[in-house]
């Protein structure tokens, strides 16, 4: 079946202008997870629903960022004003239930640029 | 608190051997411990999983190794092959909590023929 697809793969933007990433999660997962991964690091937890709710959005850096899920499914990440240090691979996962299933299938990835 | 330690950071072993990755971490209510491989342009893929109530899990070529008392964790790969080449992250996380993964910073491994 199809696993988790980001769009779009590779973005390009300058400094100080919106951006949107988009993730379609696996078909059924209500769990859905937002993470940053910076050259040379390991994935950096940003957000996670369960379901339409954001229920932790703890590691959202500011309030540049930004993210929905509006029907459960597939979820927006947005970000406001971008600056430099947010060039890194945005990474989304899913799973079955975030409770108690906690393998989680992740995306390619959206590699951000900001020039 | 919330940090995983990784070492080592990159890993070179020739085709047979055994690679082995280490990982520390501080918080104790973290009971939940997965290892991921990526490869490049790749996003992370579920390798293996160990929960404290074991010391050790193998899944075919793959070991976890788990010291509760040592809060440390350990991936071992038996007879290396080149197709094993990757970066490898471990994580840990609450169990029935959110789910959200503490990731170490990797370690590079590179298998040589």
């Known amino acids: 079946g199809a696993g988790v697809s980001q769009t779009p793969s590779n973005k390009v933007t300058e400094k100080g202008k919106y951006v949107e990433l988009r993730c379609d999660p696996i078909s059924g997962h209500t769990a859905l997870y937002w993470y940053r991964q910076s050259l040379g690091q390991g994935p950096e937890f940003l957000i996670y629903?369960?379901?339409?709710?954001?229920?932790?959005d703890s590691g959202l850096p500011n309030d540049r960022f930004f993210a929905v899920r509006p029907e459960g499914s597939v979820s927006t990440l947005k970000i406001q004003r971008t600056e430099r240090g947010d060039s890194a691979v945005y990474l989304c996962a899913s799973s079955l239930n975030g409770r108690s299933s906690y393998e989680q299938y992740f995306g390619p990835g959206t590699r951000l640029t900001v020039t | 608190q919330q940090q995983v330690k990784q070492s080592p950071q990159s890993l070179i072993v020739q085709k047979g051997g055994i690679s082995i990755i280490n990982c520390a971490y501080e918080n104790t209510a973290f009971d939940y411990f997965p290892w991921y491989q990526q490869f490049p342009g790749k996003g992370p893929a579920l390798l293996i999983a160990?929960?404290?109530?074991?010391s050790e899990k193998k899944e075919g070529r793959f070991t976890i190794s788990f010291n509760k008392s040592a809060k440390q964790f350990s991936l071992h790969i038996m007879d290396s092959q080149p197709g094993d080449s990757a970066t490898y992250f471990c994580a840990a996380t609450v169990w029935g909590n959110t789910g959200k993964l503490i990731f170490g910073q990797g370690t590079t491994l590179q298998v040589k023929p």
């Open positions: 160990i929960r404290p109530d074991v």
């Open positions: 629903f369960q379901g339409t709710g954001a229920a932790d």
